[in-house]
Every structure is written in C-alpha cells, then in structure tokens.
C-alpha cells in the first residue's frame, strides 16, 4: 500500500483507516434513523390532524368548515409552540404529512426503511403535489426509484422533469397560471446583509440575468477590483433604484433607531455621564466619519443592526422615515416624529420596541400588525405600554376567536411588557418584545393611564 505523505503502511495507519470507515457509516446509519424518525413524525402530524378536528366536532356538535379551519390552525400553532418552529414551516409540515400519508404511501414507506432522506421524500410532495390526484400514483412509481440512487439535488431535477411527463394537462395553461404566483420577498442575513428572492417567469429571469451580466462583463477591466458576481449585485440595485453611485437613489420610507451621536457624526469612545440631554456634537456632513468598534449600533426596523455609516447616510438619503433619537449612556428616547394621532409618540416607539407581532414564533413586522389591549379596551384595559402589543391579524383574531388567552404574567411587574400566552390545550408560552427601546417607553405612557380618544376595534 501507497502512501502519499511519504509514510509507509503499517499498523497505526491501518487503525486510521478504519476508524474513518467506523465514523463514515455510523454517519449513514445515523441519517437512516433520521429518516425512520421523519417518518414517524409525519405519521404523528396526519393523526393529530384527525384527531383535532375530531375534537372540534365534539365541541361545537358538527364539524362545520369554519370548525375545521379553526382545528387545524390551533393545532398548526400548539405545533409551532410545541416544537419551536415558525407556523409556516409547521403548516408544510402538516400538508407534507397529509398528502404522504394519503396519497404517497410508497414514498413514505422508502423514507421509514431509511432508503431515502426527507430532502428526497419532500421532492416527490412538491411536486406530486401539483398534479391532479389521479396522477400521482404513476409518478410516485416512475420517480421513486430514482431517489435511491440520486441525491436530493440531482433528485430534485429528474423529479422535476418527470412530472412535466406526467401531468395531463397542456404546458401551456400551466405556464399561465403560474404566472400568477410571481412574487418577490426578502430574507435577512448576517452582517448588514439580505437576499432579495424575485419568483418570476424563466424567460424574464434569463433576460435579467444575461443583461447584468453582459454589463458586468463590459465594466471588467484592469482597474477594476469587483469579482462579476459583485459586479451583477450591483449594476442590478443601481440600475433598479435609479443611483449612480452609493445611495444616491436611496427614497423608500423606513425606520432607523439612531443613538443620538451617531446620527450627530459624533465619537463614541468617550465617557459621558447620564444627563437629561445628549452631548452636542457637530453635525452630519456627506463625509461622515470612519466608525470604530465602540460605535453604538442603529437598528433598521424590520432588519436588525445596522453599521453608524450606513445609518448616518440613510439619514442624510431618505426624505420619510420615523426618527427616533436615544439617549447614548441611558438609552432613554430624546426625541420622535410624530406620524399618527393620540397618543402619537407611543404608538411610534411601540413599533420600533415590538419589532414584530408578540404572538410566539411571529415575524410579521409590528408595522404591519394591529395594536392590541392585552386586557380588552372593553373590560376596562387602558392605552398604556404595558397594555398594549402588536398583534398581526391572524393571531389577534387567534386571540378573541380561537381560544387562545394572553395576560402580563404577576411575577414580572406592573410595568412589564412581558405577555403570557395559554393555549386551548393548556400550554404556556412566553414573549418578549426584542426593541431595544422597550426600557424607555414607559416615560411616553400617556398621563394618568390615559384610554386615549381612539377606540381600538377589539
């Protein structure tokens, strides 16, 4: 035996050797029993499901479609809760777990000996799923055993292709109705980073590739330092905001939270002690200074952290967004501008506190969400930031019309923001608003525990 680092076999390199083999196969009986686990678990979701609306039919005497939409939602929540997943995952989830079960018991049954992994099993659900009921059954055969000698990648293109084979219906009247599911939507990453995802027909997507990336082609040159990849980000976002440079073209309405020093250009290294107001500081100029890593951090509402540069130049960009100034040592809010009526400056900084609706496990922005009483403004709950959370719709009517009960737990304070949510089933669960202006809201409570002039419509 060879050897190319020089060494010459023997017995310790023969003892390596085999343990690597040990590793690599317990690796893959490890994602056998994965598998036989997934398995079970889509087993478990389609019995909960019958089980649910079984229950829903003993508690309203009939299992009317509204009960049933109201089963399977609550259960697609106390899942959610349950198991720390989004409701959007658990939903597919379940609907993969349906349609396994029901209509491609093959599959399921491959994915319980371990012959193939979820990745494969959910490839066959996707696109099982978009053919009339009637063909499933000839594409689960024809495709199936391909998913034992592919991977999921390579899976995921034969399965692709070979529904195309198997749908009765014309091409065609397929391509006009997927049409209608063109849609763009943003996912945030790390380091003041975001993908923008644009779903859109494939003749369009192409053309919008090889445009911006003959581009990139022609602005290659020797003093040119961005790789083409860079170079297609780029000429995409100039050309689609209309900038030539930085964010020139930079107008949508957004919301920043500013330390105030940061958006006055200031240093952030010095100590300062806590004052009712913030040092003064030079104003912003086009140039604004190199940050350091002492800068405090601005938030971009609906995103997270954002680097003082960026902020400073936002603000310098963006004509409309809501303000919102803190003081650097305390972190109390200095100043906000008002967009909305009584009371103005809490409704404003409860957004940036919130974040996101205050049901467990939502990402919907709170700008997109309802304002809630957590005790009901007609049992005598009054518009104060303690009783007050955004709640997106479908979990605010969740609250009046599914069961589910939300109060301030005791144990945290009369001024917390801290919400206790019990499901139909009895489960508890706990929410925090993530804002970091949340400390400071209380100074914008309006006076006396004021019930304002707007009636809430719950």
Request: glycine share 8%.
């Amino acid at each position: 035996m060879k050897t190319t680092f020089g060494s010459p076999p023997g017995a310790p390199l023969d003892a390596l050797e085999r343990a690597i083999s040990d590793e690599v196969a317990g690796f893959a009986r490890d994602d056998r029993k994965i598998a036989k686990l997934q398995a079970r678990q889509a087993r478990r979701l389609a019995r909960a499901v019958g089980l649910a609306e079984s229950r829903a039919e003993l508690l309203q005497g009939g299992l009317t479609p509204k009960a049933r939409e109201w089963a399977r939602r609550s259960l697609r929540v106390e899942v959610a809760c349950a198991s720390r997943r989004s409701e959007g995952a658990v939903s597919r989830l379940i609907a993969d777990a349906e349609t396994l079960v029901a209509d491609l018991p093959s599959t399921l049954a491959a994915l319980e000996a371990g012959e193939v992994s979820y990745a494969h099993a959910r490839s066959v659900v996707v696109h099982a799923g978009s053919l009339p009921l009637e063909a499933r059954g000839s594409f689960e055969h024809a495709v199936l055993p391909q998913a034992r000698e592919k991977n999921p990648a390579r899976f995921d293109d034969a399965a692709r292709r070979l529904r195309e084979v198997h749908h009765p219906e014309s091409i065609t009247r397929r391509a006009v109705l997927a049409r209608e599911e063109r849609a763009v939507w943003l996912d945030a990453e790390r380091d003041g980073m975001a993908t923008l995802h644009h779903h859109l027909p494939a003749v369009d997507a192409l053309a919008i590739h090889n445009v911006i990336d003959q581009a990139a082609r022609a602005a290659r040159g020797d003093a040119e330092s961005r790789t083409q990849a860079q170079l297609r980000s780029d000429i995409l976002a100039d050309r689609i905001l209309g900038r030539t440079d930085d964010l020139a073209g930079f107008t949508p309405s957004v919301i920043v939270t500013v330390p105030a020093v940061v958006l006055a250009g200031c240093g952030s290294t010095h100590t300062t002690p806590a004052t009712s107001t913030p040092p003064t500081c030079a104003p912003p100029t086009s140039n604004p200074p190199t940050s350091t890593p002492a800068d405090p951090p601005a938030e971009l509402h609906g995103y997270g952290p954002i680097d003082p540069n960026t902020a400073r130049r936002i603000a310098a960009a963006a004509p409309t967004f809501l303000r919102v100034l803190t003081h650097p040592v305390t972190g109390e809010v200095i100043e906000t501008a008002g967009r909305y009526r009584i009371p103005a400056a809490l409704r404003e900084v409860l957004i940036v506190a919130d974040e996101h609706c205050r049901f467990p496990g939502c990402g919907r922005r709170a700008a997109r969400c309802e304002l809630d009483h957590t005790v009901d403004w007609a049992n005598g709950g009054r518009s104060t930031a303690s009783n007050l959370a955004h709640l997106c719709t479908s979990h605010h009517h969740l609250k009046h019309d599914g069961g589910w009960q939300v109060s301030r737990p005791p144990d945290t304070g009369p001024a917390s923001r801290t919400l206790e949510w019990r499901s139909p089933l009895g489960a508890t669960y706990r929410t925090s608003p993530p804002g970091q202006l949340d400390r400071a809201i209380g100074r914008l409570q309006p006076a006396g525990g004021d019930r304002g002039d707007e009636p809430p419509p719950f």
